[in-house]
């Protein structure tokens, strides 16, 4: 059994999920290699969402009878979890969603129909990158669309990093938003926060980050990122799809428009208009996602309980291992950074001429989950001249062993292929 530094008790860990145990195709152990797009869930997670349903559910906030109180309880109390997991100044700047694409969409919207000096028109810019999830995208494309703002973006190198070296004429005084990935979902690059973060800044603009990537590996500090909002998602971090987050600074969620009405979010309501009630509430209208948050919250025990820390030294001893093991495979390209110090966990590639379909099809029938596509960054793809790649990405419970798997695979895939 390979040995690497800094790795965490997968043995013990991987009891905690039971979907790790199964067999597929017969006689194949599951090796999951799929966590950038959805990582698996601990039993901790998955006895929380059952204990809800089983004992406490009821609709939140208003009701007077036990049920919703224990329900609100449980709901605001996944909240205050959550504002302690990425240290926000307050429990009230912690916006639940459904997912990430929902917290870009609703800062995007807002900004649409602001007022000054946040409103983004016709005389304004709106700036993202190249290496974008397609979620950060296509909001901004319809905002630029409705209002007549121009979007700009940066560019990526030949490695896989942002091109920054005309950032002062990418952000300049038109900018009203810069909206970029933390860590990208396609090429593991972890990008200079700092100095475009201190550009933005410097014109006034907004900052909001896509931490999808970010905040399942990682310490996540929305203090210390120093944006304006950062999005993330429940799924990717060991809880239940239909949970997202957005962070926003307090003063901003007050001063910013609600992007859906309904109940909840109001204050006073009358035929003639309304009023809207303070944030966060003021941002989640109707039934929120009661029992996604108690398993939010679950998974950010769990996370909490192993150490955010740790889990980081973990994925970084994996990662490092499997692209150095990648990197010993014929006609294998990496795509992004072949380094492991400035990487996140996921590694895209390409095979030959084999098509990444075909890639994992193979790999499929070994028992080994991998992602193949464009992994919604399309651009990423066109940049690079390649139809799609092989996405292998790992996380808490991956082990070296998963990475010999893969790199075995990958050798059945060349000799099935010729």
């Known amino acids: 059994m390979t040995q690497l530094p800094g790795l965490l008790d997968t043995e013990a860990i991987r009891k905690d999920f039971p979907i790790l145990d199964r067999v597929i195709h017969g006689d194949k152990k599951l090796v999951y290699l799929d966590s950038a797009a959805s990582s698996q869930k601990p039993r901790q ?158 014109v006034g603009a907004l900052v909001l980050i896509d931490a999808s990537q970010a905040a399942p590996h990682a310490p996540l500090d929305v203090q210390a990122l120093g944006a304006d909002f950062v999005a993330f998602t429940g799924h990717k971090m060991c809880g239940p ?39 966060p509430h003021k941002f989640e209208a109707g039934t929120p996602p009661i029992a996604q948050a108690v398993g939010l919250g679950a998974a950010v025990d769990y996370l909490n309980a192993i150490g955010m820390e740790k889990i980081a030294a973990h994925e970084h001893a994996i990662t490092e291992y499997a692209v150095r093991r990648l990197q010993e495979v014929p006609d294998l390209r990496i795509i992004g950074p072949v380094s492991a110090e400035d990487r996140g966990a996921a590694i895209s590639f390409t095979l030959g001429d084999i098509h990444p379909h075909d890639v994992g099809q193979v790999l499929d029938e070994q028992g080994i989950a991998v992602r193949v596509g464009h992994h919604c960054a399309r651009p990423v793809c066109l940049r690079y001249g390649i139809p799609a790649t092989t996405r292998a990405s790992f996380y808490l419970y991956s082990t070296p062993g998963e990475v010999d798997a893969l790199i075995d695979g990958l050798e059945h895939v060349r000799q099935f292929f010729g």
């Open 241 to 279: 799809t239909g949970i997202g987050v957005l962070w926003g600074r307090q003063e901003l969620l007050e001063d910013l428009p609600p992007f859906l009405g309904g109940g909840e979010m109001i204050e006073t309501v009358s035929m003639n208009s309304s009023t809207y009630a303070p944030a």
């Open 45 to 202: 997670v998955i006895d929380a969402l059952s204990e809800y349903y089983e004992r406490h559910h009821a609709n939140v906030h208003r009701g007077i009878h036990v049920l919703a109180d224990e329900a609100t309880a449980l709901y605001e109390g996944a909240r205050d979890k959550v504002a302690a997991f990425i240290n926000a100044p307050s429990r009230d700047e912690v916006i639940f969603t459904k997912n990430a694409s929902e917290s870009l969409n609703l800062v995007a919207n807002m900004l649409g129909w602001a007022d000054e000096p946040y409103r983004v028109d016709r005389d304004t810019e709106i700036v993202i990158t190249e290496m974008e999830h397609h979620s950060n995208i296509v909001p901004w494309q319809l905002l630029a669309q409705r209002t007549g703002a121009k979007l700009k973006w940066f560019g990526l190198t030949d490695d896989g990093r942002l091109d920054l070296s005309h950032i002062e004429e990418v952000i300049t005084e038109k900018t009203k938003i810069v909206s970029f990935v933390l860590v990208s979902n396609i090429l593991g690059t972890v990008n200079p926060v700092e100095a475009i973060v201190r550009r933005a800044q410097d």
